[in-house]
T-cell receptor, first 112, second 112 residues
Framework: DQQVKQNSPSLSVQEGRISILNCDYT??????FLWYKKYPAEGPTFLIS?????DKNEDGRFTVFLNKSAKHLSLHIVPSQPGDSAVYFC???????????FGTGTRLQVTL | DTGVSQNPRHKITKRGQNVTFRCDPI?????LYWYRQTLGQGPEFLTY????????KSRLLSDRFSAERPKGSFSTLEIQRTEQGDSAMYLC??????????FGQGTRLTVV
């Protein structure tokens, strides 16, 4: 039972353009959402998070949007840079201090 | 503090042998998590500790798996009688009462 879904296994974007990574969830108890980035042979690195009381959170080039009614969130990266090439995982939790449930990841490739 | 440290980075073992992994969290973090990641999947929750107390275990954690955090600092994850299906990346993460967990680089286990 995949409670957090990332339906696009891969995405290719040109440098300087916008990257949009999508995530859907099924468990309505989830109220805190996070994005992690993972390079090969490294552990996931926290990028940005959002609480269910908000619909947008921004940090530099990264913005996360949350649509609770659709149980959907997205990560926007603007402008995309070659160093952003990595696997991006969406994660969700119930409360702000509990285990994370991860999606299967989207591999982003930013081309020159 | 250099972050979450996991040892060893790689482990190759024969089926049926026991293995033990160690995780040293960020020093002031009271929560410690173990996750497992297989190819093409996101990290899957195994268990978590708050200080020395093991508060939750996933049903993925069979009787062959045991985790400890004896003094609320480092943690060990032991797998007894390893099976080929145990081959995976084992990730440790720590946090301070928030959802944004910091991950180590993982221990890659190969059971042959």
């Amino acid at each position: 039972d995949q409670q957090v879904k990332q339906n696009s296994p891969s995405l290719s974007v040109q440098e300087g353009r916008i990257s949009i990574l999508n995530c859907d969830y099924t468990n309505s108890m989830f109220d805190y959402f996070l994005w992690y980035k993972k390079y090969p042979a490294e552990g996931p690195t926290f990028l940005i998070s959002i609480s269910s009381i908000k619909d947008k959170n921004e940090d530099g080039r990264f913005t996360v949007f949350l649509n609770k009614s659709a149980k959907h969130l997205s990560l926007h990266i603007v402008p995309s840079q070659p160093g952003d090439s990595a696997v991006y995982f969406c994660a969700a939790s119930i409360g702000t201090a509990s285990k994370l449930t991860f999606g299967t990841g989207t591999r982003l490739q930013v081309t020159l | 503090d250099t972050g979450v440290s996991q040892n060893p980075r790689h482990k190759i073992t024969k089926r049926g042998q026991n293995v033990t992994f160690r995780c040293d969290p960020i020093s002031e973090h009271n929560r410690l998590y173990w996750y497992r990641q297989t190819l093409g999947q996101g990290p899957e929750f195994l268990t978590y500790f708050q200080n020395e107390a093991q508060l939750e275990k996933s049903r993925l954690l069979s009787d062959r798996f045991s985790a400890e955090r004896p003094k609320g600092s480092f943690s060990t994850l032991e797998i007894q009688r390893t099976e080929q299906g145990d081959s995976a990346m084992y990730l440790c993460a720590s946090s301070l009462d928030i959802a944004e967990a910091f991950f180590g680089q993982g221990t890659r286990l190969t059971v042959v």
